[in-house]
C-alpha cells in the first residue's frame, strides 16, 4: 500500500464553483447559447386543449402551410417505438389516439425560426371526443384508476396496538405539489451525423436514460445515440426523467430533417408539459401514551400521480420510508396508493417523496403535543430513535442513531430555543391578532437509491504528458458543485492543485450506462469511481517514481505537485512525461458500486440505505390571524454533512434547499381547475421564494463528525436532506395558530399560504 498523506490538501477546503466566474459573468453556456450552424431547425409543440378524450380528427394542412415549416412531425412518423416513459411503455412522445391531460404534446412544428413554429403550431385542427376529466385526489379515488398496484407494509399487530394505547388521535393533512421552476427550461439540441449517429445535447440528469429512450424513438442500437450534458440551470428531479421526451422529440426532427433541430420550451408550455413534486392526502390514526410516547400508528399516503407512473414506483416508496422521519414507531402500519388522474405526470422532485413523508409524521408529532400540552420538542425527542428502540418500520436498524439526539440537544441550545419559547408565550398572551410559533424539527434522511441498480458510477480520468489531468463522469452539474467536489477528489489523488484538473461535460460516449444524477447520490457514487480511476493511474506512476527513486512504491507519497520517496522528488509533470516515454499508461476508468444495498421490494426486507444523513432546523414566525399573512422571522440550522468535501458548496445547498422547502410549504401553491387545467402556469400566478421571503436571520452551522461509512472522504450527501428543514417553518405556523386555542387539533394544509392560514385560524377559533 502507498503512504497516505496526513492531510488532504483540496478535500475539505472551500472552493468556488467551477463555474462561478461564468455563471455571474454569463458567459457559461447552456444549451440555448451553443453556436446554432447554418440550417438549424426550431421546433415548438402543437397541445391539447382538452384534459382527457379520443382524437377525433388532427388537420394540420395550415400548419405545414405556414411560412417558414419545414415539416410537422406526429408520433406516426418515429421510426422506432412512440414512447419515451423510464420503465413501462405509457408516455407517448406524441399523444397519437388518447389525450390524457390538458397541454398533452400532440404535433411537432419544424421550422426556421422559433417564432415561426410557434405561430404554426397554433394552427392546427384538433377535434377530440372529450370526457370529463378525473383531476383531484378524490376524482381518483372514485375512479379507483392506479398508475401502479397499491403497496404497504402490513403488521398484524398495529391494529391490536392502537386499540391497547391509552390514548388515541386521528387526522389527515394536505400535502400540496410544487412546480420545479429550475432557471433553465427543458431545453434539447439534436445534430444528426454519420448514418445512423445522432449527438444531442441534453439538459438532463440522466443522459444515459435520455441515450436508451432517443435510440429506442429512432430505432437503433445506443451506440448510435450520444448525449452530452456540459451544465443544467438547475433541475431539481425535474430533468430526470422528463428530459426525455424532448431530447426524442428534437432527435426525430433532426433525423427526419437531416439538420441540426432545436427545441427549448417557453416558460408557460414547461410548466404545463412537465410532472410536479407529488402532491398527498396522508391519514393518520396513532396510539400513545401520557407522555406522548407512540405506541401504535396506522398510515394510509394517497399520491396523485398523473396520468402515467413516471417514477413514482420510487418517489412513494422512499415517502413511505421516511414516514418515520426520526422517530421509533413500535407498530407501524404504512400503506400507499398510487393514484391515476388526468393532469401531467409527477415526477422526481428533491427530496424523492421524503419532504411528503417527513411532514405526516411532524403533523402527528405536533397534534400529540397540542392534545397533551406539551411543548413539541418534548414530544419529538421522546420519540427519537435510540438504542434498543431503533429499527424502522421496514426492519432496517438505524446503526449511526447516536447522531440524533446531540445534533438536535445542541441546535436547542444555541438556538436559545426554551427561552424563546417562553417569550413567545408571554408575546401571544398579550397580542389579539399577531401570534408568534416556534418549531424545531428534525431530519433523518436515507441516502441511497431504492432501485439498487442505481446505486452505481463510472468515471474516465487522462493525465496528459505535462501532468495536466482530464475528468469525466457519469455525475451532471445542475448549479449543486458536484463537479468541482470531484475534481478535489482527484487533485488529492494526485498531490496536485485544482487548477491541474480540467472538468469535461458529461457524455454517454465517454462513461457509458450510468445512473441519473439524483437521490443526493452524486458526490459519493461518482466521487468513488474517479477516486478509483486516478489511483489506479498513481499507482502506476509511483512505481514509475520508485524505479527511479529505488524504495518500493508504497513509500511514494504525491502532495504539492511532486511525487517523493527515499529523500527524492520529481515534480508531477516531469514524472508524466517520463512514464509516457517508458510507455506507462495514464488512462483509466474508475467504476463504484454502494455496498450493503439489499433492498427487495417484493419480500419488503433488507437494507435500502447506505446511511442515514441527519439536521435539524428551528424556525421562529409571525402571523396575523386576521389575514393568515406570515413573516419569517429567524432560522437557525445544524445539519450533518459528515466531514464535508466542501464546505462553502455544502451551506450553499443546505440555504437553498431549505428556501426551497420553504416555498413549497408556504407560497408555491399548483391549482388545477375542474377541466384540468392548471391555472398556475406562470410566474405571475406561482409564487417562488424570492429574498423578501428568506429571513434577515438565518444561521446555518455544519455538524462535524465523519460518517461511520466509507463513504468518499467519510462525507455525507447534502443535495436533498436540507429541503426537509424547512418543515419547522410549517410546524412553527401550526404552532402559531395553535396558541389561538390550546389543546384543540390543528387544521393546517400546505403550502400555508395566507388563505390556508386564516382558514386554520377560523377553524381553531370554532368559526368554520
Known sequence: MRAEPETLAVVHDSLPHDSARLHVTGRATYIDDIPEPAGTLHIALGLSPKARGRIVKLDLSEVEACEGVVRVITGHDAPGKNDTSPHLGDEPMLATEEIAFHGQAVFAVVATSRKAARIAARLAHLEIGAEKPSVSVEDARQEGGRVLPDYAWENPRAEDA?????????????????????????????????????????????????????????????????IECRRMGGGFGGKESQASQFAAIAALAARLTGRPCKLRLDRD?????????????????????????????????????????????????RAMFHSDNAYFLPEARIASRRLKTNTVSNTAFRGFGGPQGMVGIEAVMDAIAHSLG??????????????????????????????????????ELTSDYRARRQEIAHFNAHSPILKKGLALTPVKFGISFTLKHLNQAGALVHVYSDGSVMLNHGGTEMGQGLYVKVAQVVADVFGIGLECVKITATSTAKVPNTGPTAASSGSDLNGMAAKIAAETIRDRMAAEAARRFGCSAGNVAFSGGFARGNGQEIAFGALAKACVLERIPLSSTGFYSTPGITWDRNTKTGRP??????????????????????????????????????????IGQIEGGFVQGLGWLTTEELVFDAEGRLRTHAPSTYKIPVASDVPADLRVSLWQEANREDAIHRSKAVGEPPVMLAISVFSAIADAVHSLSPGKPVRLRAPATPEAILDACDAQKGLA
Not at 386499540?163 to 427550461?185: D, K, N, T
Not at 439538459?203 to 445506443?222: C, F, K, M, N, Y
Open 609 to 650: 440505505f447506505f446511511y442515514f444523513a441527519y439536521g435539524a432546523a428551528c424556525s421562529e414566525v409571525i402571523i396575523d390571524t386576521m389575514t393568515g399573512e406570515m413573516k419569517l422571522s429567524r432560522v437557525d440550522i445544524l445539519h450533518d454533512c459528515g466531514r464535508s468535501l466542501n464546505p462553502a458548496i455544502d
Open 269 to 317: 408550455d414547461d410548466f404545463v408539459l412537465t410532472g410536479k413534486r407529488h402532491d398527498f392526502l396522508t391519514r393518520y390514526d396513532v396510539g400513545f401514551d401520557a407522555e406522548g410516547h407512540i405506541q401504535a400508528i396506522d398510515l394510509q399516503l394517497d399520491a396523485r400521480c398523473g396520468y402515467s407512473a413516471d417514477l413514482t414506483i420510487g418517489v412513494v416508496d
Open 162 to 226: 392502537l386499540a391497547a394505547s391509552p390514548m388515541r388521535l386521528s387526522g389527515e393533512i394536505e400535502i400540496g405539489g410544487q412546480e420545479h421552476f429550475y432557471l433553465e427550461g427543458q431545453a434539447a439540441f439534436a445534430f444528426p451525423g454519420e448514418g445512423e449517429e445522432m449527438l444531442v445535447h441534453s439538459s438532463t440528469q440522466h443522459p444515459s436514460e435520455v441515450q436508451h429512450i432517443v435510440a429506442r424513438v429512432l430505432g437503433v442500437a445506443d451506440h448510435d445515440i450520444t
Open 374 to 411: 406539551r411543548d413539541p420538542l418534548d414530544i419529538r425527542k421522546a420519540n427519537f430513535y435510540r438504542p434498543g428502540r431503533d429499527v424502522t418500520p421496514y426492519g432496517m436498524t438505524v446503526f449511526d442513531i447516536e447522531t440524533l439526539l446531540p445534533l438536535v440537544e445542541r441546535l
